[in-house]
């Protein structure tokens, strides 16, 4: 069940302050215009629907008879990301796919995406090119367009403000309240890996800032991808369309598998069983968390950014998806008065409960 | 040409800290879920075209046969606003209005908007309440719908961004792009009010800084609303469809005027020349500018945030708007070579340049 890596391995660095690129220009030697004129000219429309891009007062989309979706998520430097080792490409392409994973939970596909940034004079032009250089691999490997957006001065830290749009037919939209009863509970890829990536990204940190040293991340390949260049699962929505299943509801899995389950539990006025054998965790996961006395189960339900599908589909569909690898049936819905229970490999039943990242509680 | 004041005037004061609310409620007591339930709670969908609001992945939005414009502005506190004299209420108001005016200034109709915003534990519920007081007063005055968005903590600064959806037929769209040489230049309602209202507000911030005086802000009602609480000229959208007349360029004035009139000579390769006399002043901005020794003509020109519309028709449409008190005709367009010309009130010819605001300049 584990994705495709990237063609070659992610390259990660620690760095001490994150603004040592070796040519550097000043951000006020462009000024706001002659940065956003940078960044069109570099821009290349590749959608029907997007009719007007980056250069007048608004972008303009043809919604060519679809019903248009609309996400927005903003990651803000200190509090979703630490530029000690995530890399400002990997950043730009990170805050896309975010918000390329709600379209695609809603069962449509994402065409166009705004991208505005407040940013301090710390960056130089050098940095910002890297970050755009992210948003459009995404932008290109996703098919999407960036038509739009807005950059400006911070006080300090790094701000990125995504809004992503899809387009879908109304009756292929599918919503967290449209559990039935008795359905499947599926999630795609596996779970808890970006977690654990997190938390060797943040253990050669702190080693780092002791002694300097550079980061040993041999054998860590898949948990670091997973945390610093996740991406969408826009093969599930495909796959899903290519084998006749339409979700009756569906979420993505940014907050940890719990929370998720919870949602869609409570938007469609229904209880669900989550069996803690079924729930997919790879080797490498399971092993980091284990190295560092963690329950691999915890981090698979609570750990949160594995940008995973979890949707329900009828019981009648099961054997339309179940040979698939990418595809788990890890619990059931149930009516509302059953609750919402973690069953353990010995049958014990646990009230499910979100522990999972939450903004305010964190800091 | 002044526009409608309030119901009743703004009360302005000023606080050594923003935070001083009167009861306090931890942002951590609700969580972040709990902090969008709130915020979900109070938002009714006024609009047919909002299917889904907030609650899902994404909203789901019905184009209804139309096309979609989309913008995105970011406002980041010490950058944009200063929480020390601007009302957190004024402040949710104006960023959905300078998104909304971008809407309008493509002849589009606003309908919905998403609003992301990071903000510290500083800041209590309640200063939350009253920040989404302000956004839905905006959406109720302007009709959009709050259809999503995302709240996220920060570690220091309030940061703002919202995305504006407006729908227009195609054939009703307006670009920057499409004057004509020899169209007239008209802009709507006054300029410089906004930028003489923050000098008000920044002299009588330092006088506060040093004695703790309250302002005496007496006679300044109209330039302080046109920087704390500007309105997006919708009316004017709908007063030039009453009248007949489409623009055949179209930009709001949210840079200066020299800026945005550049904006359209040159997206529409031609030049522009506007005469200094027929510039429309508000008395009480003319006035406080030469209090401040400062230049009418130049507060005007590069003063900035004032969200009128600055826009060209063709000569053949004079007759049609010559007597409404809201638009004035100050100047028009030329052929390129002619280059962007301002006219002095003695006829002298200046080279028109955008000194406008500038992010990367400005600190």
Redesign the interface.
């Known amino acids: 069940m584990r994705r495709r890596f990237s063609e070659r391995p992610l390259k990660v660095e620690l760095r001490g302050r994150m603004t040592e690129q070796t040519s550097r220009t000043e951000?006020?030697a462009?000024?706001?215009?002659g940065?956003i004129d940078r960044i069109a000219s570099r821009v290349q429309l590749q959608n029907a629907s997007s009719?007007?891009g980056i250069?007048?007062?608004?972008?303009?989309?043809?919604?060519q008879g679809?019903?248009?979706?609309?996400?927005?998520?903003?990651l803000?430097?200190?509090?979703?990301f630490d530029l000690g080792y995530v890399p400002l490409k990997h950043l730009g392409y990170k805050a896309v796919v975010v918000n390329l994973s709600?379209?695609y939970?809603?069962n449509?596909t994402p065409k166009?995406i705004?991208?505005?940034?407040?940013l301090?004079?710390r960056f130089p032009v050098e940095a910002v090119d890297e970050l755009y250089e992210g948003i459009q691999l995404a932008c290109t490997h996703y098919g999407v367009d960036l038509?739009?957006?807005?950059?400006?001065?911070?006080?300090?830290?790094l701000?990125i403000?995504v809004?992503?749009?899809?387009s879908a037919a109304?009756e292929d939209?599918v919503?967290?309240?449209g559990a039935k009863d008795n359905d499947l509970l599926l999630v795609s890829g596996d779970l808890g890996g970006a977690y654990m990536g997190l938390q060797v990204l943040e253990r050669e940190k702190a080693v780092f800032k002791e002694t300097g040293a550079q980061p040993d991340l041999v054998g860590h390949d898949y948990i670091l991808e997973r945390q610093l260049k996740p991406e969408a699962r826009k093969d599930i929505v495909g796959l899903l369309r290519t084998l006749g299943v339409k979700p009756t509801s569906?979420?993505?899995v940014s907050d940890g598998l719990a929370s998720e389950a919870l949602h869609l539990a409570h938007?469609s006025g229904l209880g669900v069983r989550i069996y803690d054998e079924k729930m997919p965790i790879d080797p490498s996961t399971y092993q980091t968390a284990r190295d560092f006395n963690l329950d691999p189960t915890t981090c698979a339900l609570n750990g949160g950014e594995d940008y995973e599908l979890l949707f329900t589909i009828a019981q009648a569909d099961y054997e339309k998806i179940k040979a698939n690898p990418s595809l788990t049936v890890i619990g059931h819905m149930t009516d509302k008065a059953s609750g919402c229970l973690l069953v353990d490999k010995q049958g014990g039943l646990h009230e499910l409960r979100a522990q999972g990242w939450?903004?305010?509680?964190?800091?």
Do not use: W
């Open positions: 951000l006020s462009l000024g706001e215009f940065l009719i007007k250069g007048d007062d608004a972008a303009v989309i043809d919604p679809l019903h248009h979706v609309v996400t927005t998520d903003m803000v430097e200190g509090v979703h709600d379209v939970a809603m449509a166009q705004t991208v505005a940034i407040a301090s004079n038509v739009g957006g807005d950059t400006c001065s911070s006080p300090s830290g701000v403000s809004t992503a749009i899809g109304m939209i919503y967290r309240s569906m979420i993505d938007n939450d903004a305010f509680l964190r800091k």
